[in-house]
């Protein structure tokens, strides 16, 4: 019953293949169907979009009872003043409601809850076959909601949350390039989180735009107006929202060019596009092409492409 490792806890992934690709690049688990990944690490957590907290398992077991006694019987080598309980039970497995689960757990503690302010916050999880409870030792602060107020945004562009969880994919990356920026959605969320940022972009406008988003946080950056056809800048990673219309086949030319160019500026990159590109990838120089998808409304989906350059 007792237990010294880690998991941690995403949001639910049903439609959005990019929930396990973060929790895996971050974490080195993968979420089962309650959110629930025993993982390797959770240094990194605090900066994830879509893992939510990272916890030290402290005891494991089949029943509600056997849970409340085992934590009675090591209460009092379980640091808990001033402690709150939480209970994560997506598929409201247990018989007992949140709050009179966390209550007769908290009874089995010596020390005296603080629900406003705890210095040891504690989560039970309800899995199929058995219960964990363990301390939060992690937690994403969801920083990225704040970049979802810039000043400039285009019809096209990507939500903070989304292109935050595009950069962890690439999480040891100490320079991205983003050689279609845009209103600069990526490179925002890079500088954030003190990566070198650098972002390309064509048009004038939208160079101007993601300047003026970057000035806004008071983040650097580099961002230039140029064609990411021939504009050379290596990087640690690409990570891009390639351009398309209504037809991505009829930029297919565009499209190749751009990442025939990314794949002598970076050992990795990360390529989102409304269709399937692993033929365009492997044959313009990258491999180990991972696909991940984003399910949207009205039928329309994201491809998540996270590939190595043979190149580079």
């Known amino acids: 019953m007792a237990s010294n490792w880690h998991v941690a806890i995403t949001a639910r992934g049903e439609r959005n293949g990019l929930v396990q690709a973060e929790a895996m690049a971050l974490t080195g688990g993968t979420p089962d169907a309650d959110g629930v990944a025993v993982c390797e690490r959770i240094d990194r957590i605090d900066r994830a979009a879509y893992v939510h907290r990272g916890l030290r398992i402290i005891l494991s077991t089949r029943t509600i009872d056997e849970l409340?006694?085992?934590?009675?019987?090591?209460?009092?080598?379980?640091?808990?003043?001033?402690?709150?309980?939480?209970?994560?039970?997506?598929?409201?497995?247990?018989?007992?409601?949140?709050?009179?689960?966390?209550?007769?757990?908290?009874?089995?503690?010596?020390?005296?809850?603080?629900?406003?302010?705890?210095?040891?916050?504690?989560?039970?999880?309800?899995?199929?076959?058995?219960?964990?409870?363990?301390?939060?030792e992690a937690e994403?602060?969801?920083?990225?909601?704040?970049?979802?107020?810039?000043?400039?945004?285009?019809?096209?562009?990507?939500?903070?949350?989304?292109?935050?969880?595009?950069?962890?994919?690439?999480?040891?990356?100490?320079?991205i390039l983003d050689p279609c920026c845009g209103a600069g959605s990526i490179v925002v969320?890079?500088?954030?989180l003190g990566i070198e940022a650098f972002g390309v972009d064509w048009k004038p406008a939208l160079a101007g735009m993601t300047r003026e988003n970057l000035a806004h946080f008071g983040y650097p950056g580099t961002v230039v107006q140029a064609d990411s056809r021939t504009h050379v800048q290596h990087a640690d990673a690409i990570v891009t929202d390639l351009p398309y219309g209504h037809a991505i086949n009829a930029d297919e030319g565009i499209i190749r060019a751009i990442l025939e160019q990314s794949a002598g500026l970076a050992p990795r990159a990360v390529f989102v596009a409304p269709a399937n590109i692993t033929t365009w990838l492997t044959d313009t120089g990258f491999t180990n092409v991972q696909v991940h998808t984003v399910m949207k409304r009205r039928g329309f989906t994201r491809w998540v492409h996270v590939a190595e350059s043979t190149i580079f």
């Open 68 to 136: 409340r006694d085992a934590i009675a019987a090591r209460a009092s080598t379980i640091a808990s003043d001033r402690f709150r309980i939480d209970v994560h039970d997506p598929e409201r497995r247990s018989p007992l409601g949140r709050i009179e689960m966390a209550i007769s757990l908290a009874d089995a503690l010596q020390e005296f809850p603080d629900l406003r302010d705890p210095l040891h916050h504690f989560l039970v999880i309800v899995g199929e076959h058995n219960l964990l409870f363990g301390e939060i």
């Open 189 to 192: 969320e890079a500088a954030s």
């Open 140 to 175: 994403s602060t969801a920083s990225y909601r704040l970049h979802d107020s810039k000043p400039w945004t285009t019809s096209s562009s990507l939500d903070g949350r989304f292109s935050r969880a595009l950069i962890n994919l690439v999480p040891d990356a100490r320079s």
